[in-house]
């Protein structure tokens, strides 16, 4: 029986010798034999399989990479050729390091080469609390116990220090701010001795070392060996290191000098010994010497504090000038500020009130009329002045200090007893009318300085208040004659009777007397100007005239006698401008003078403002402070007494004789 054919085969074709029949042209290719597919599933409708190209492939992958490679090659140029300068110059930042080389700040001394400000190394003490935390020392109170070790030391409470190293996630804070390299060295030597504590304990017993957090920052710190003394002349300087106040201010760049700069390689945070270091050293800054002395300027400075303080005054000063050179021997201010901690400071207290206040001087301003009067020609020392209790002028009756009988006085007595009504009459004989007074006078008035920089350039210096004769009002063109109507400031003040001690000739206040440079030579400071104010002749009568102030039983200046020593001088007592509300409220008293008045040597100027306890003339409360500061001064510099006697001046004259 024969078996059923299975319909998906498909008989092949017959071979003939091997090769396929030849196909006829014009005739159709039978189409491709087929197998049937599966049940229910439509066959493809596919032709004969082909194998594919790769070419395409190949010529796609060949672009990107040629476009890759032309990318490379652009940004190579780019990098080596175009921007190569800018690429090094970014490698050399992150490779060189640059550190600033801090310049010494130059030194500031007396006249005598003693050390008023000065610079030294500091150290700021610092801690890493996170190494006192309790899971790397294994102590639960090392905080507590690092506070007791360093609060004697460094003058901190142990309840702050305890608090500050008690944060275990920080890595930082401040303990104390510029301490001296003894605090340091000695944390130094007690964290040393607990760690050898520390090495030497047994295992079982272990003695972590509780300061081995505790680190310091070394810097330079600026110091002021004297305090408070001369603070008002010294100034201080900032957080920067810069000057921010006085002469640290004035004189900032010299001090400064210029930072240097070096420059090393580094890798990995370390400086690489082999490399190149670049280095430009730092310039040190000048040492300045000042005209004052430190020995008088302390003496100014005691005395005037404690009239201060006794007098329950605002504030005070005192000026000391060498007449011969119109150098500053003193320039001291109460109450004053120590510069080495200015956080402590009253705001009031900053800054050198002795050139920053403008007052009005009162009487010691008199010896200017007196200098015009005399120089004018329009009175001499005999002159007879009749002094009435009251004077009417303008729409103002003015009067002296006290009440009195009418007053029969020289010149000379108008002076000694310090007569505002005698003043006033003298001065009038200036000119033929009261304006022609009112410009002599004036003119007079700015030769001595009045109204005029000092030539000191001190930061905040006042010139004073002069105004124009022009401009005087009614009262003014009287009161200024006697010191009130106008303001000056102390060292004005005192430059005045300087120059009445030094023949008529004005010097120039200085306060610089030369400076040191890096190179160690000394340049001295330009030597100050010289003007003739009044002639020879005039200056040494108002000296003589001054001289009775202080020796005849009728002059207001008693208290400021010297024994063994002629005194020439005189006192002031002046209505004081409030700064607050612009009106009078309380005085200013004054004492100025020079000595030995027959060779005169030292000029001493002393100002209280407002003084509340006792008297408030000044003849009383700054005579003293004259006389104290007076003496010391003329023994410091070894002056010796004076060998001539006083000419002493008539005060007063007879009528009809």
């Known amino acids: 029986m024969t078996e059923p054919r299975d319909p998906r085969r498909v008989p092949r074709p017959a071979r003939s010798g091997g090769r396929p029949p030849a196909r006829r042209s014009g005739t159709a290719r039978p189409p491709a034999a087929r197998r049937p597919g ?24 060949a ?101 500050k ?24 030597e007690l964290r040393g001795k607990l ?57 900032d760049k010299e001090l400064a000098g210029k930072d240097g700069k070096l420059v090393y390689a580094q890798s990995g945070g370390r400086r690489v010994p082999t490399a190149d270091t670049q280095e430009h050293p730092a310039v040190p800054g000048s040492d300045v010497q000042l005209t004052l002395d430190r020995d008088i300027q302390w003496a100014a400075q005691q005395a005037i504090s404690e009239q201060v303080s006794r007098s329950r005054a605002d504030r ?3 000026v000391v000038q060498d007449t011969r050179t119109g150098q500053i021997l003193a320039l001291a201010n109460a109450p004053g500020f120590d510069p080495n901690d200015i956080t402590r400071a009253s705001p009031e207290a900053l800054g050198n009130p002795a050139l920053t206040d403008a007052f009005e001087p009162g009487s010691t301003s008199k010896v200017m009329s007196m200098a015009a009067v005399l120089e004018e020609g329009a009175a001499t020392p005999y002159t007879r002045v009749t002094v009435p209790n009251r004077l009417h002028r303008g729409d103002r009756l003015f009067s002296d200090d ?35 007074a009112n410009q002599v006078l004036y003119s007079y008035l700015r030769k001595f300085g009045i109204g005029r920089p000092t030539g000191l350039n001190f930061p905040g210096e006042t010139d004073g208040i002069l105004a124009k004769p022009q401009d005087w009002n009614t009262s003014q063109q009287y009161t200024i004659p006697f010191g009130q109507g106008l303001s000056l400031n102390a060292v004005q003040a005192a430059s005045v009777y300087s120059t009445i001690a030094n023949g008529g000739v004005r010097i120039a206040p200085t306060l610089v007397r030369g400076t040191t440079g890096p190179d160690g030579r000394y340049a001295p400071a330009p030597p100050p100007a010289r003007s003739r104010v009044v002639s020879e002749k005039t200056a040494t009568t108002l000296a003589a005239m001054l001289e009775s102030v202080v020796d005849d039983e009728e002059g207001t200046g008693a208290k400021a006698k010297i024994d063994g020593y002629r005194v020439g001088g005189k006192t002031g007592t002046s209505n ?60 410091s510099l070894q002056v010796p007494p004076t060998g001539t006697p006083s000419p002493r001046l008539p005060v007063t004259f007879t009528p009809g004789e």
């Open 38 to 61: 599966p049940p229910g599933r439509p066959r493809p409708a596919t032709g004969p399989l082909r194998p594919v190209s790769p070419r395409p492939r190949l010529r796609l992958i």
């Open 63 to 163: 672009l990107a990479l040629t476009l890759v490679m032309f990318a490379f090659t652009v940004r190579l140029v780019q990098v080596q050729g175009v921007d190569a300068a800018a690429y090094a110059a970014k490698a050399n930042e992150n490779r060189y390091v640059p550190v600033k080389l801090a310049a010494e700040r130059g030194a500031i001394t007396d006249r005598n080469g003693v050390d008023l400000a000065t610079t030294v190394d500091a150290y700021d003490i610092t801690a890493d609390p996170s190494l006192l935390a309790p899971a790397k020392i294994k102590i639960t109170d090392a905080p507590a116990r690092a506070a007791a070790l360093l609060a004697p030391i460094l003058g901190e409470s142990r309840q702050t220090l305890a608090a």
């Open 165 to 188: 190293l008690d944060r275990p996630a920080s890595r930082y804070v401040l303990l104390a701010r510029q301490r001296t390299p003894q605090v340091w060295k000695r944390i130094k």
């Open 195 to 251: 760690d050898a504590e520390a090495a030497a304990a047994p295992k079982s017993a272990p003695r972590p070392n509780v300061l081995v957090g505790i680190f310091a920052d070394k810097h330079s710190k600026r110091v002021y060996p004297g305090g408070d003394l001369a603070a008002g002349v010294l100034g201080f300087v900032n957080g920067q290191g810069r000057g921010a106040g006085g002469l640290e201010a004035q004189l």
């Open 316 to 318: 005070g000063y005192v």
């Open 402 to 436: 006290v009440d009195h009988a009418t007053w029969h006085l020289t010149l000379n007595g108008v002076l000694a007893k310090s007569s505002n009504i005698g003043t006033i009459l003298a001065a009038g004989q200036l000119g033929a009318t009261q304006p022609q």
């Open 576 to 635: 004081r401008v409030d700064p607050k509300t612009g009106r009078y409220h309380g005085y200013t008293a004054s004492f100025a003078g020079f000595a030995p008045a027959d060779q005169p040597r030292v000029t001493v100027y002393c100002a209280i403002q407002n003084p509340t306890r006792g008297s408030y003339f000044g003849g009383q409360i700054c005579g003293p402070v004259f006389q104290r500061v007076m003496t010391f001064a003329l023994k």
